[in-house]
Structures are given as structure tokens and as C-alpha cells.
T-cell receptor, first 112, second 111 residues
Framework: NAGVTQTPKFRVLKTGQSMTLLCAQD?????MYWYRQDPGMGLRLIHY???????AKGEVPDGYNVSRLKKQNFLLGLESAAPSQTSVYFC???????????FGPGTRLTVT | GENVEQHPSTLSVQEGDSAVIKCTYS??????FPWYKQELGKRPQLIID?????GEKKDQRIAVTLNKTAKHFSLHITETQPEDSAVYFC??????????FGKGTMLLVSP
């Protein structure tokens, strides 16, 4: 039981490049989330999904897209990376109502 | 939407002292209040949570209190140890989809 995993762990992009971050969970959780963490800003929700095939915008969705084609995977895409997207990205998942979120180990992204 | 304010941003205590971190929230509909601990370079991990139908919850050296009328909740750590040093985040949720986090408190426990 791996819990929540994220790929890759680190990535450096140049401005304008694109990439996809993969989040995978093996707990059969319905809910999945993408957060970004910046110094002094806490964790801010980018997008989330309440089930396979669904996505919704969070607090800071601009510049990102997501897809949830399979229940166990939640993809976060950056179509044209900007330096403002330099951050640590955390994926999380949650089971049914009332359960807490389980976080992945994070992806450190630097955009130069 | 929900807004969560957390204080202080940094807190330094001596080993064995108590530490208190306070949070306020804006949405009276919020009913779930978790606390996460994040060690340097690690992922956030849930340490305790409380629901709006409960005023206080304890787990060994950690306790959380909730005042719904005043819309604030607090984390209390007693007999602090160096391994308690970390960043602590409070959060509030009005439902099961989204969770709004405070900006975090860096707790430093000196031996």
C-alpha cells in the first residue's frame, strides 16, 4: 500500500515549457486535490476532483489544467510555465465523507 | 469563501513548556477543523482534528479547542519536545470538497 505518490519529485522548466505532474493513490479514494505551497502562504488549492471524470477549480486555478480519467490518478498540467509557478506542489486524496486528507510527498518545481 | 487567519507566524519555546497556536475562520458554515504538522522537506500530516459538534479534543500531549460563537480554534501542545519543532497548519472546511489552510506557524522547541 503505497498511499499517495507523486511523479516527478523535482523538475526544472524554462519559461514557456509545458509539463504534467502525476498523482496516484491506491486507497480507492474518491476525492483528490492539487495544492501549491509557497513560503509564508500556506497551502493553496489549485484544482480538485470529487470522483472519476470530474474536476473543479480551487483558489488559484489560473495557468493549470487537470484531468481525472482514472479514479486512482489525478494529473496536473502546466501548458506554458511561468516563473510565478515555481513552488512545491502537493497532491492529496480523501476517502468518504469525514475522512482526513492524505498528502503525497510533493514535487518541487522551478521555472527559470 | 472561507478565510483562515493563524497566529503567531513563529513561536519559540523551551523544552517542557506549553505551546498554543490560534486560528480564526470567517465562514460560520465551516464544521471541520484539522491541524497538520509539516517537518522540513516533508509532507503535511494530520495530527488532530475536531468537528463543530465538539468543543475540545485531546490526544496525549496535543489538544484542540473550538469556540464556534467566536469562530476560533486553538492547538495546545504540552510538555514540548525538540521533535515537536515543525510548521503547524490549521484549516477549516464547510463541506467535504475543499479545505482552507492558515499560513502556518513555525514552532521551535529549544533543548
Amino acid at each position: 500500500n503505497a498511499g499517495v505518490t507523486q511523479t516527478p519529485k523535482f523538475r526544472v522548466l524554462k519559461t514557456g515549457q509545458s509539463m504534467t505532474l502525476l498523482c496516484a493513490q491506491d486507497m480507492n479514494h474518491e476525492y483528490m486535490y492539487w495544492y501549491r505551497q509557497d513560503p509564508g502562504m500556506g497551502l493553496r488549492l489549485i484544482h480538485y476532483s470529487v470522483g472519476e471524470g470530474t474536476t473543479a477549480k480551487g483558489e488559484v486555478p489560473d495557468g493549470y489544467n487537470v484531468s481525472r480519467l482514472k479514479k486512482q490518478n489525478f494529473l496536473l498540467g502546466l501548458e506554458s510555465a511561468a516563473p510565478s509557478q515555481t513552488s512545491v506542489y502537493f497532491c492529496a486524496s480523501k476517502g468518504g465523507a469525514g475522512e482526513w486528507r492524505v498528502f503525497g510527498p510533493g514535487t518541487r518545481l522551478t521555472v527559470t | 469563501g472561507e478565510n483562515v487567519e493563524q497566529h503567531p507566524s513563529t513561536l519559540s519555546v523551551q523544552e517542557g513548556d506549553s505551546a498554543v497556536i490560534k486560528c480564526t475562520y470567517s465562514d460560520s458554515a465551516s464544521n471541520y477543523f484539522p491541524w497538520y504538522k509539516q517537518e522540513l522537506g516533508k509532507r503535511p500530516q494530520l495530527i488532530i482534528d475536531i468537528r463543530s459538534n465538539v468543543g475540545e479534543k485531546k490526544d496525549q500531549r496535543i489538544a484542540v479547542t473550538l469556540n464556534k460563537t467566536a469562530k476560533h480554534f486553538s492547538l495546545h501542545i504540552t510538555e514540548t519536545q525538540p521533535e515537536d519543532s515543525a510548521v503547524y497548519f490549521c484549516a477549516a472546511s464547510e463541506g467535504y470538497s475543499t479545505l482552507t489552510f492558515g499560513k502556518g506557524t513555525m514552532l521551535l522547541v529549544s533543548p
